[in-house]
């Protein structure tokens, strides 16, 4: 049974930041087999993707209104993908979601995740 556990998230004030880390976990889950990606839930919102790295850790892709300011990454050895994120707004306050895909490119897509995490909550004050 594979698990991705989110942690990192809380309450931060506009222009700071906070780091989510994803640790996964099965019997034969490796994250070097999949890109890991994060996206994103606002209230009454759509969930949207916000960043990916492919499964070797060479390539990412970020949504346009993250880039510059968050950054993914892998560390293999431990089986947990981060995401540093910095410079936070008011619109950056959503549920924040680690998702895995099976070979797959930087640039993801909810339809195409094998598996999702619970999400962890960040929510940031203006």
């Known amino acids: 049974q594979v698990q991705l556990v989110e942690s990192g998230g809380g309450l931060v004030q506009a222009g700071g930041s906070l780091r989510l880390s994803c640790a996964a976990s099965g019997r034969t889950f490796s994250i070097s087999n999949y890109a890991m990606g994060w996206f994103r839930q606002a209230p009454g919102k759509e969930r949207e993707f916000v960043g990916g790295?492919?499964?070797?850790?060479?390539?990412?892709y970020y949504a346009d209104s993250v880039k510059g300011r968050f950054t993914i990454s892998r560390e293999s050895a431990k089986n947990t993908v981060y995401l540093q994120m910095n410079s936070l707004k008011g619109e950056d306050t959503a549920r924040y979601y680690c998702?895995?895909?099976?070979?797959?490119?930087?640039?993801?897509?909810?339809?195409?995740?094998?598996?999702w995490g619970k999400g962890t909550l960040v929510t940031v004050s203006s």
């Open positions: 998702a895995a895909q099976w070979g797959g490119s930087a640039r993801m897509t909810s339809g195409g995740i094998d598996y």
């Open positions: 790295i492919n499964r070797s850790g060479s390539s990412t």
